[in-house]
């Protein structure tokens, strides 16, 4: 059965958050989880994720919580995407939340 890029792009982003040590088998072959394996460890400043939303919203969640300033981009059509709601939320995360 084919790998899945959405559980494979899952598995690498809870890789990164324990340490990078685990050794992930019979991942998707999808370009989504190719530029995520790429980009999930590089030092660029600026991030290019072509065309992939997924790979867009969870490094730029990783990205934040590590606390690195990344730029990420994409296609024109990746830029179109609204994205808008969760970067304000993890730039601003106090700002985003209602007081109970």
């Given amino acids: 059965m084919p790998s899945s890029?959405?559980?494979s792009n899952r598995a690498i982003i809870i890789d990164a958050?324990?340490?990078g040590t685990s050794n992930l088998l019979?991942?998707?072959d999808a370009n989504d989880t190719q530029l995520m394996k790429k980009l999930?460890?590089?030092t660029d400043s600026v991030l290019d994720v072509?065309?992939?939303g997924t790979t867009m919203?969870?490094?730029?969640a990783?990205?934040?919580?590590?606390?690195?300033?990344r730029t990420i981009t994409g296609t024109n059509r990746m830029k179109q995407r609204p994205i808008a709601l969760?970067?304000?939320a993890l730039r601003y995360p106090k700002a985003s939340r209602a007081e109970p």
Avoid: H, P, Y
Avoid at 57 to 60: K, S
Avoid at 62 to 69: D, L, R, T, Y
């Fill in 86 to 88: 969760l970067v304000d």
């Fill in 40 to 42: 999930i460890t590089s």
């Fill in 17 to 19: 958050l324990a340490g």
């Fill in 57 to 60: 919203r969870f490094l730029t």
């Fill in 26 to 28: 019979n991942l998707s």
């Fill in 62 to 69: 990783f990205n934040s919580i590590q606390g690195k300033i």
């Fill in 50 to 52: 072509e065309d992939a």
């Fill in 5 to 7: 890029k959405s559980i």
